[in-house]
């Protein structure tokens, strides 16, 4: 499958003629066949807006998991919380995409729990909307094993949709399985599929052209940011300059 939303499209709509319900962590029983899209939001939120709306126009929902504690985005900002906002009015939810390595030592699943849900609540303050299901950001062997039950929050790592439901994923521009052809042969019930809009662009880049793209796009976002608060930036420093 390619990286494109061209390739993506063709995956929903096969997922639909597969006869797959769109579903999410919280209402997926009443379906005997259904698949949940998982999107973790890793490093930018404007691509994870495309691909919100390209779900919007197939009708399609998904679950949109943002980092609190990053260095490539700030939730908290104006732009930052109108994107997440904007991903919301497509009909998508928000979720919690939860680093544990930014605590330093490894937590213990009680402390864990805490720090969840008091990342949740403060995603959950920032868009005025409850935020009650995390994804883990580069999970430990630990994390995936242990099952964590975070009260009144779903954890999409939890054995119900990581061992219960058939998990596909494309982390680090990689699908470790056909997932067209898993898609295809109707052999699971239950699909859990994780993608990552930063990987998916119009035409099919590279894992190295995506990420020098990103690169040189940085150069004109911060360029922005200070014309926003610098006074005749363009007299210093141009942006065709860049």
Same mark, same amino acid.
């Given at each position: 499958?390619?990286?494109?939303?061209?390739?993506?499209r063709?995956?929903?709509?096969?997922?639909?003629?597969?006869?797959?319900?769109?579903?999410?962590?919280?209402h997926y029983?009443?379906?005997s066949?259904?698949?949940?899209?998982?999107?973790?939001?890793?490093?930018?939120?404007?691509?994870a807006?495309?691909?919100?709306?390209?779900?919007?126009?197939?009708? $399609?929902?998904?679950?949109?998991?943002?980092?609190?504690?990053?260095?490539?985005?700030?939730?908290?900002?104006?732009?930052g919380?109108?994107?997440l906002?904007?991903?919301?009015?497509?009909?998508?939810?928000?979720?919690?995409?939860?680093?544990e390595?930014?605590?330093?030592?490894?937590l213990?699943?009680?402390?864990?729990?805490?720090? $969840?849900?008091?990342?949740?609540?403060?995603?959950?303050a920032?868009?005025?909307?409850? $935020?009650?299901?995390?994804?883990?950001?580069?999970?430990?062997?630990?994390?995936?094993?242990?099952?964590?039950?975070?009260?009144? $929050?779903? &954890?999409?790592?939890?054995?119900?949709?990581?061992?219960?439901?058939?998990?596909?994923?494309?982390s680090?521009?990689?699908?470790?399985?056909?997932?067209?052809?898993?898609v295809?042969?109707g052999?699971y019930d239950?699909?859990?599929?994780?993608?990552?809009?930063?990987?998916?662009?119009?035409?099919?880049?590279?894992?190295?052209?995506?990420?020098?793209?990103?690169?040189?796009?940085?150069?004109?976002?911060?360029?922005?940011?200070?014309?926003? &608060?610098?006074?005749?930036?363009?007299?210093?420093?141009?942006?065709?300059?860049?």
């Amino acid at each position: 499958m390619e990286f494109t939303y061209a390739s993506y499209r063709a995956l929903l709509a096969l997922l639909r003629e597969r006869g797959y319900s769109f579903r999410d962590y919280h209402h997926y029983g009443d379906v005997s066949r259904c698949v949940i899209l998982r999107h973790d939001v890793d490093f930018s939120l404007e691509r994870a807006v495309r691909l919100a709306e390209l779900e919007a126009e197939m009708g $399609v929902g998904a679950t949109y998991f943002a980092l609190l504690r990053t260095d490539f985005y700030n939730p908290a900002s104006q732009r930052g919380a109108a994107a997440l906002r904007r991903i919301q009015s497509l009909g998508h939810e928000i979720g919690l995409h939860f680093d544990e390595k930014a605590y330093g030592p490894e937590l213990s699943p009680e402390e864990l729990a805490q720090a $969840v849900r008091k990342e949740c609540g403060m995603l959950s303050a920032l868009l005025g909307t409850p $935020v009650s299901a995390v994804s883990m950001h580069r999970p430990s062997k630990a994390a995936l094993e242990a099952d964590y039950h975070i009260p009144g $929050v779903v &954890n999409s790592y939890g054995k119900t949709f990581f061992r219960e439901f058939k998990y596909l994923s494309d982390s680090r521009r990689r699908w470790r399985e056909p997932v067209l052809d898993i898609v295809r042969s109707g052999a699971y019930d239950r699909l859990h599929i994780l993608t990552h809009a930063f990987w998916y662009h119009e035409a099919e880049r590279s894992l190295g052209e995506t990420v020098r793209g990103f690169t040189s796009s940085a150069n004109r976002e911060r360029w922005k940011q200070l014309e926003e &608060n610098f006074t005749d930036l363009g007299s210093i420093l141009r942006e065709e300059d860049l």
